[in-house]
C-alpha cells in the first residue's frame, strides 16, 4: 500500500489571528513559517516541515496532500488515474513549500489532492537520541499528529472506487442504505494500518466535513474537550465514541468554521482487513456510538 | 458532620421488569431482595443491604434517605427541624427492609427524606479479608456505589437553608442568578467530603431530577456510555465534564423514564471550603463544560 | 470526625534549592514564601496557603499538621489526650507561619503533630468564580493537594489507638501477623471519607516512610512518572496498585531522600465502614498488589 | 511493505492444563482447536483462525509466523532470503492448521519463522455488521490481538540485516554501545506503521524474549495486571512506559516460564520514519522509563 499517510491539509480562513490562535495555542500546533497570508503549522509528533495550511481569504478546504512512499509509485498512480478518467497534472518541487516532486489530481467529486514523496524533514518535538515519550512544554490539546479527512461527494461511491483503483486504499467500514439494494452513503478508506486515511460521505461536491489529529487515548480527549471551554472553541459533538471505527472523538469548528476533530482509539487494519458494514437504520449508533442521534449540523455544515 | 451520606433512593417505575433489567444487567446491581411489587439492589461496592428500592406503579421519587451517624444526631436533627417549621415523625425499625429506627421529614420542598442509623450490614463483593481491588465477575456498567441526588424545588434557597441549619450540610458551588442581586438557582451540598450529597435546583416542589452512581474514573465513564449503546439505554447527555463539581458524566434514564447519573471526578471539600459560585451567564458552561449548552430536557424532565 | 485533614508536613532537607526544584518544578507546587532556610509551598487545589514546608539541615520529618474543625474540638481533643497519657501543649497564633492556635502532641511514637483551627486562607488556582476545572498553567506532576502520610513506630497499636481513642481516626485497613493471635503490623486510618489521613507501620518511632499527594487518576500517576524520568527523581516502586486502599501510586524519593507519593483511587469511607484484614503472608500483595513482592526499601527506608 | 503482521506465536508449555487457563481465562483467548497436545487459540479483535499455538513438551519459542500480503511477495521473499544465505524452504497448504502454502525460513539467529498469505478466516468477536465496539463477554485482560515478539540473537546486526534486505523490515528504534563505534545490542524493526512487529537484543540464538498483546490503552493495562494478581501470574516489571517505542507495559511469564507482555500506544512509523537511536548509557531508561534500571531477569531469562 504505497500511499504513507495524509500528509497536509490546507483550509482557508476568514481571520488569519484569529485561525494561529486556534491552531497553535488551543491546538497546541508550533507555527513553522509565516508568508503573507498563508501560516505552516507542524504538530509535536510529526517530523515532516507542516501538515497544516492555513490561508486568509473564505473559508474551507483548497487541497489535501498525501505522501507516497516512492517516485515509481506515482508513476503508477498517474496512469491508472488517467485509465480511471480523473484528471492530475505533474508538479513541481517549490510549488508547495518545502515540499517536492508530485502530482496534482482532481477528483470525481472536485476536492484536489496531492500526491508527493518528499517534505523538509524537520523531526519532531522528541528528536531520535534517547527521546523522552512527549515534549514537556506542550501547548493546549498538545494534538500529536495529522490522522485523517472526511470529505463529502455526491456519488461517494465513484470517489471510492477511486481510492480503490487508484490508490489502494481499501474500505474499513462502509455505510449503507439497505443491505439488499445497496447504495453507498458513506466509506471509511485505509491505504496503511489504521481505520481511516480518508473518508467520504454522501454531500456536496468539492466540500469538507473535518479533517482529525491523532491524540494518545480517551483522557487526552477530555483534555482536550476541557480546553475547547477554555478557549471558547465552538464544539459541535463530544466527546463520544463513533461505533464507525471505534475511535473516540470530539467534533469542534476553527473560528472560521472549518470543523476540526481530536481522534483516538480504532483497531489495526490491513490488506486482509474485512470491511465492516454499517447499515442505515443503525447511522446513529454508526457516527455517535453513545448518544445513537445525529445532530443537525453533523449532516448539513461543510466547508 | 454527623450525616454520612445518601444511603438510598426509592423509585417508582412503570414497568418492574424492565427496570429490574437495567439496574442489575445495564447497571451491574445486584438484587437483593424482592418482595410484591418492590426490589431492593445494591452496588458491589457497598456494605449495607441495599442503597436502590425500585417500586412498581408510577415513576418519579418516593423518597431519599440518608444514613446518619448516631441516635444522639438523630435527636439533635428533630429539634432542629422542629424549630425550622419542617414536618417530621419518628420511624421505626422495619418499617423499611432491613433499616434501624429514624426520622421521616417532609422538606419545604415536599420531598421526603428519611434518615436513619442503622441498615443490616452485607459487606461488599470484595469482602473485608486480603481483598481483590474489584469483583471478577461484573456486570455492566458495574457502577460502585450511589453517590448523590438532584432534586427540584420551587424555592432552592429554602431548601439549602433547611439542609444548612438542620443537617450541617454546606453548599459546595450555588449558581445564581446575578452577583449584585443574587437569587438562588441552584445549590451543590455536602455533608461528607465529597463535592455533593444533595444538590437543588428550580423546579417543580417534589420532584427528582437525577440520582448519581460513582464510577472509577473517566474510562469507566466511557465504558458505561458504551454498555448503554449496547443496552439500548435512552441517553440524555454525555460523557462530558461538569463545571459545576468538576465531575466527569453521563446522564441517562431508566426505561419509566427516571434520569440516572454516572459520576466520577470533583475534589475534596470539607467544614473549611470556601463556596465556589457560578453566575447564571454561566449555567451551561456550569452544567455542561466542554459543549456549553443545556439541552431542553436538562431543565424540563423531572419525575 | 472533627479532624478535617493532613494539613502539612514539615520535613527537612540536605539541599535547599534541590528541594525546592523538586517540589516546585518537578511536583508542580507554588512556593507561597521563603525566609531564611525554609520554603512554604502549596499545591494548586489546596485553599490554605500552604501544605509543605521544607526546612534546610538534615533529613527526615519534623511534624505533621492535623486541621480541626472548631476550638471546641481541641479542648476535648486535649483533654482525651492528657487522658491518654500523651503529651501536649498549647501552641499559640503565629509560632507556624500563617496558622492560628493550636495543640501540639507527641505521639507514643515521639511524632510530633500539631491539631490547628486555622489557616490564612489563599484559594485555590482555580478560584471560586466560575472556575475552569484544572488551571491551565500547570507544571511538572501537578499535584492536587496533600493526601495522607505514613510514619514508622515501634508498636503501631499503640498508635492506632491514640489516633482512635482522642482524635476520632478509624482503621480503614489492618495489617496483622496471624488472625489467631493477631498483632499489629500496619494500620491506615482515616479521620473523613477517603481511605487514610494517616498510617502507621512497625519500624523505628519518630520516623517517616512517606507522605502522599493526591492525582486524578491513573493516566496522571503514568504522566508523573514520565516527568519523574525526564527530571531524574530516584524511584522507588511503581508505578501499580496497593491492596490496601485500592490505591494507584508510584512512591519516589526527594533530592535528599525522604520519600514522597502519588496517589490515586480508594474508596469512600465513614463512620460505619467495615475494616479490612490483611495478614502477613498476603504482605507482597496488599503493598504492590501488582507484583505482590516488597522491595528492600520499603522496609528499611525511613527517615 | 508487504509483510502484513505478526500472525502467529507457536510455543511449548511443560503443563498444557496450565497454560489453556492462563491463555483462555487469565489473557482471555478463545480456544479455537486442540488437538493432542496442542492448543489454537485466537484474541478477540483478531479475525483470523488461531494467532498463538501452545504445545505440550519442554518451553520455549517453536516459531513465529508473519503474514504476507501476496504470494508474488513470497517469490521476491524467497529469491532475496537465497541471496542473503538464509536457509528457507516451501511449506504447503495445511501443514499448519487453516493455514496456506508459505515458506519456511532459519534465521541466522536460529529462529524459525514462517511467511504464509492465507489462514482460515473465521471473524472478530465483534463482527462485521454493526458492530459494537468490544464484546460483553471479555474474560481476564481481554487481549485484543498479537502485536510482536522480541527475540534474542548473538548477532542483532546480522538479523537486522536480515529483515531489512529481506523482508522490508525498517528499524524504528536502535540500542547502540557506543555513538562513536557503535555496535548494535537491539533493534525494533516495523512492516506496517506501529513502532515494531519484530524486535532483536543481543543473547542467546534461537531463543525468545516474549511475544506482547496489544491493549486499548494504559487502563487496559492496569486492569490487566490487577488480573495477574487475581489469578497468580508471575510478573515480570510493570506496569510502566518504555523509552523505546514510547508502549506502556507489563511483562510477565506463562505458567511455563514463557515471557508475556500486554503493550499499547506508541506512535505511527511508515517508510519515511527517522530511526530512533538509544546509547547503552541509557538503557535503563530506554528499557523501563520510569524506574530507569533494568532487572536481572530482563536480560538473563529467555525460553
Redesign the interface.
Known amino acids: 500500500?504505497p500511499v504513507?499517510?495524509l500528509g497536509y491539509v490546507h483550509v482557508r480562513v476568514t481571520d488569519l489571528d484569529a485561525a494561529i490562535n486556534h491552531y497553535s495555542n488551543t491546538l497546541g500546533m508550533k507555527i513553522m513559517h509565516q508568508e503573507g497570508g498563508t501560516v505552516y503549522l507542524k504538530s509535536w509528533?510529526e517530523?515532516?516541515h507542516h501538515s497544516v495550511i492555513i490561508e486568509e481569504g473564505g473559508v474551507g478546504l483548497v487541497k489535501l496532500g498525501y505522501?507516497v512512499?516512492s517516485s515509481d509509485d506515482l508513476a503508477v498512480f498517474e496512469k491508472r488515474i488517467q485509465q480511471f478518467g480523473a484528471t492530475s497534472e505533474r508538479m513541481s518541487a517549490g510549488e508547495n513549500l518545502k515540499t517536492g516532486d508530485g502530482l496534482r489530481v482532481v477528483l470525481p467529486s472536485d476536492h484536489v489532492i496531492e500526491l508527493y514523496t518528499d517534505m523538509e524533514?524537520v523531526?519532531t518535538e522528541t528528536g531520535?537520541?534517547?527521546?523522552?515519550?512527549?515534549p514537556?512544554d506542550q501547548r493546549g490539546a498538545a494534538v500529536?499528529?495529522l490522522d485523517h479527512a472526511l470529505v463529502a461527494a455526491e456519488d461517494p461511491a465513484l470517489v471510492e472506487r477511486f481510492f480503490y483503483d487508484c490508490l489502494d486504499f481499501r474500505p474499513a467500514e462502509r455505510l449503507i442504505t439497505d443491505p439488499a439494494q445497496p447504495e453507498l452513503i458513506g466509506t471509511w478508506m485505509f491505504c496503511?494500518?489504521?481505520p481511516h486515511d480518508i473518508a467520504v460521505i454522501k454531500g456536496p461536491n468539492g466540500k469538507l466535513h473535518h479533517f482529525a489529529y491523532?491524540l494518545?487515548?480517551?483522557?487526552e480527549v477530555?483534555k482536550a474537550?476541557?480546553?475547547?471551554?477554555?478557549d471558547d472553541v465552538s464544539?459541535d459533538v463530544?466527546?463520544?465514541?463513533h461505533?464507525i471505527t471505534?475511535g473516540?472523538t470530539?467534533y469542534f469548528f476553527d473560528p472560521s468554521g472549518n470543523r476540526n476533530e481530536v481522534f483516538t482509539?480504532g483497531?489495526?487494519t490491513?490488506?486482509?482487513?474485512?470491511?465492516?458494514?454499517?447499515?442505515a437504520d443503525?447511522t446513529g449508533?454508526?457516527i455517535f456510538?453513545?448518544?445513537?442521534t445525529l445532530n443537525e449540523a453533523f449532516t448539513t455544515v461543510f466547508t
Open positions: 500500500m504513507m499517510r509528533d517530523h515532516d505522501k512512499t524533514y523531526g531520535t537520541l534517547n527521546p523522552d515519550p512527549w514537556r500529536h499528529r496503511g494500518q489504521t491523532w494518545e487515548d480517551w483522557n477530555l474537550g476541557d480546553v475547547f471551554a477554555m464544539v463530544g466527546p463520544t465514541r461505533g471505534r473516540k470530539i482509539g483497531y489495526q490491513g490488506p486482509d482487513f474485512a470491511t465492516i458494514t454499517w447499515t443503525q449508533k454508526g456510538y453513545i448518544g445513537r
